[in-house]
């Protein structure tokens, strides 16, 4: 693996999985973690983070690595990604000299860029991870970008493997209430990973919430939110804006909130968010503070995720 932007970058995703679980169980015993002190690794963002910064920080830190943070919204100089342009106006400085100047101090390059949701092709061509690939000359990493967030997928996948109690559980996808438009990375990303694993998944939405029609090919969709609540296993919840009519959304959901009486419909449930959640918007109080909830646990796989995508790329050097 020499990058890893989407869960597609794995050869074999379930072997991927599954050594993520090994890393998990075994890395404070296992003296090659810590070799790793001459390698640094870069994170950019270019949006809000606390998991996926701290997360990946630390999976660096426990092999070796150092650690070089930057907030691009703040504190770079404002990147032009157009080739050929007169650069007269707010932008600063080129993507071509950035990346060839992160790759020099840097090792491996983790990046952050969320979609603007206001031009879906653009989005879609995801400009700044695939400039940074283009002009860069280390293995790159995605924290979450346009359409993808890989890292959280392969730790959701993880920790539905270490907390089912049967060998097929249903899980469901369940659209969630909230008053920002919010990208379909995280969605898009589970809908990938769940589709390697031996699950039923489902997906239930309102109608103008659709996501990438490509991605959820196949999957059994819903409507009716609390006949998609009957009998499964997990219940994932994420809000996203519609796919179709992009980045848009409408007011008069708030009833979609995840809450007792709909987990009460499930098979005493497993609820997951791969947070930060709106308390009392997207699900209860009673919902996030009671024991089915493996928020926290999902935050903590994090680490592993990281760590075991890091060490794929380090062995490819
Ligand atoms: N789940 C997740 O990516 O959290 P952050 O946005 O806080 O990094």
Redesign the pocket.
């Known amino acids: 693996m020499k990058q890893f932007i989407t869960i597609d970058d794995f050869e074999d995703v379930n072997f991927a999985i599954k050594e993520t679980l090994n890393l998990k169980n075994n890395y404070l015993n296992n003296k090659k973690y810590y070799k790793n002190t001459n390698r640094t690794l870069g994170m950019i963002f270019f949006n ?6 701290l997360s990946t920080q630390k999976a660096a830190h426990n092999i070796g690595l150092k650690t070089m943070i930057m907030n691009f919204s703040n504190e770079a100089w404002a990147l032009e990604f157009e080739n050929g342009t007169k650069m007269s106006g707010l932008r600063s400085e080129h993507i071509k000299e950035a990346a060839a100047v992160i790759s020099e101090y840097c090792d491996m390059l983790a990046i952050r860029a969320f979609a603007s949701l206001n031009n879906k092709e653009k989005d879609e061509s995801e400009v700044v991870i695939k400039s940074f690939l283009k002009y860069s000359k280390i293995p790159i990493i995605n924290m ?1 970008s346009a359409t993808a ?1 890989p890292l ?1 997928a392969l730790a959701d996948a993880i920790t539905i493997i270490e907390n089912k109690s049967k060998k097929r559980p249903k899980v469901l996808l369940t659209w969630a209430p909230h008053p920002k438009a919010l990208p379909q990375a995280v969605p898009n990303s589970f809908v990938k990973i769940m589709k390697h694993m031996d699950v039923e998944l489902s997906i239930t939405q309102p109608k103008e919430f659709e996501l990438n029609p490509i991605i959820t090919k196949d999957i059994k969709l819903y409507h009716n939110q609390s006949e998609a609540f009957k009998d499964v296993d997990f219940v994932y919840a994420k809000n996203w804006s519609s796919y179709k009519n992009y980045g848009h959304i409408s007011k008069g959901n708030d009833d979609w909130i995840i809450n007792k009486e709909k987990m009460n419909l499930t098979n005493d449930a497993k609820f997951m968010h ?3 959640i709106r308390r009392n918007i997207v699900a209860s109080d009673e919902v996030l503070d009671n024991k089915n909830s493996l928020v926290i646990k999902q935050a903590e796989n994090r680490i592993y995720s990281a760590q075991y995508v890091i060490e794929k790329l380090l062995k490819n050097e």
């Open positions: 809000p983070s606390l998991r996926t910064r979450e967030h959280q791969c947070l930060p």
